[in-house]
């Protein structure tokens, strides 16, 4: 088992790793705004008081916030980092034409779509060097061995069985088998399969354990019970690079909503959410490993920062789009009062995951166990 990072590499590595992902994520927004010509007020990368920063010849004020945890851009006719919207006539009238929630809904859609989408890129890129120069692995889906007393051996699968879809997802290597059958511990699944040109369905009650990576931390993953042989790193040709890498990032995509709706529904604990602490936690030990290793870190906190913005909830980029695909449907926008309350809710879940998540990291690095043991 390794050893935990020192504090000062972990802040670094969280600094390196979140403060990129969050610049990329509010040019996202910058860029496609000024492509529109919408003048932005500020752009901040953390909250609070301003440590430093600068105003460009546009008047954009150029900052860094006190709070690492995030970032924003304000539009004319924000009333809020959360781009609340200003009242109509609050925005002076010489400003009313550049003002963003006086823009057409399909230029204020594709504004606040382009922050996740420019982390979903990045990851895309990323994935797509890292197959370039490394490979993408690969593993025949054909069952060489199979544990005794496995969820397999119960269900029937034999040596030689091809597997090719798992939970009614189709899997072209045993990399994808794996993945699908970890992110789900105790279900039962379907698993198809070729045999002797025969397709066949198994279900299978799929066995829970719990491991511990090399840093210590544990936690459940799904086992079937059968293993494969023949791992290759292929390098996709030139032209395929950017389609596999999508794939890819679809496939982490998939995952991560997965485990959301797992925990939605009970088939998960909420302990397993984590948060600020955490990420810094995972950041200084990827860190501390290798720099491939810190940059693959990289890609996947890209999706989830693109995936967490893209949920509906008010006051992220998710609850802004439910917004204006509620405006499209209605064809005018909600209500000042309705909006308020929905910022308002937003805020209080907001609040209530940072919370649990906080609680959560605090307990994942032992902190409540001992706060337990000096109050027994």
Not at 47 to 67: A, L, N, P, S, Y
Not at 140 to 151: D, E, K, L
Request: net charge positive; proline share 6%.
């Amino acid at each position: 088992m390794l050893p935990q990072p020192p504090i000062w590499l972990i802040l670094i590595a969280f600094i390196c790793a979140l403060g990129p992902l969050v610049f990329i994520h509010e040019f996202g927004h910058y860029y496609v705004a000024r492509l529109l010509k919408i003048p932005a007020e500020a752009f901040s990368i953390g909250f609070g008081r301003e440590v430093f920063g600068w105003t460009d010849k546009r008047g954009t004020r150029w900052k860094v916030g006190w709070i690492p945890l995030g970032g924003y851009v304000r539009f004319i006719g924000d009333m809020s980092p959360a781009s609340e919207p200003t009242a109509v006539n609050d925005i002076p009238p010489e400003l009313r034409d550049k003002a963003f929630q006086l823009r057409p809904l399909w230029q204020r859609f594709l504004i606040v779509l382009a922050g996740p989408a420019a982390n979903f890129l990045t990851a895309i890129l990323i994935f797509a060097a890292f197959f370039a120069f490394i490979g993408k692995p690969s593993t025949p889906s054909t069952v060489t061995q199979i544990a005794p007393g496995s969820a397999a051996a119960a269900a029937g699968i034999a040596i030689g069985d091809k597997i090719v879809a798992v939970a009614g997802r189709s899997t072209s290597n045993f990399e994808e088998v794996a993945n699908t059958v970890l992110m789900r511990p105790g279900e039962r699944v379907d698993i198809a399969v070729e045999r002797d040109g025969r397709s066949l369905v198994f279900p299978v009650t799929l066995a829970t354990e719990k491991q511990r990576d090399r840093f210590g931390q544990e936690f459940r993953i799904g086992r079937l019970g059968v293993y494969a042989e023949g791992r290759v790193y292929e390098r996709p040709p030139l032209l395929k690079l950017i389609p596999e890498a999508s794939v890819y990032t679809y496939r982490v995509t998939r995952a991560m909503l997965d485990g959301l709706v797992q925990i939605v529904t009970g088939r998960r604990s909420v302990k397993e959410l984590g948060g600020p602490i955490k990420i810094a936690q995972i950041a200084g030990q990827q860190a501390s490993v290798g720099a491939l290793e810190f940059i693959q870190l990289l890609a996947f906190f890209s999706i989830n920062l693109g995936f967490i913005n893209l949920l509906p909830v008010p006051m992220l980029d998710g609850g802004h789009l439910a917004f204006y695909a509620a405006e499209a449907v209605r064809r005018r926008p909600l209500s000042a009062r309705a909006t308020e309350w929905a910022f308002r809710g937003g805020l209080a879940l907001i609040l209530a995951l940072v919370l649990v998540t906080t609680v959560n990291d605090l307990g994942s690095i032992g902190l409540i166990d001992r706060l337990q043991r000096l109050i027994g």
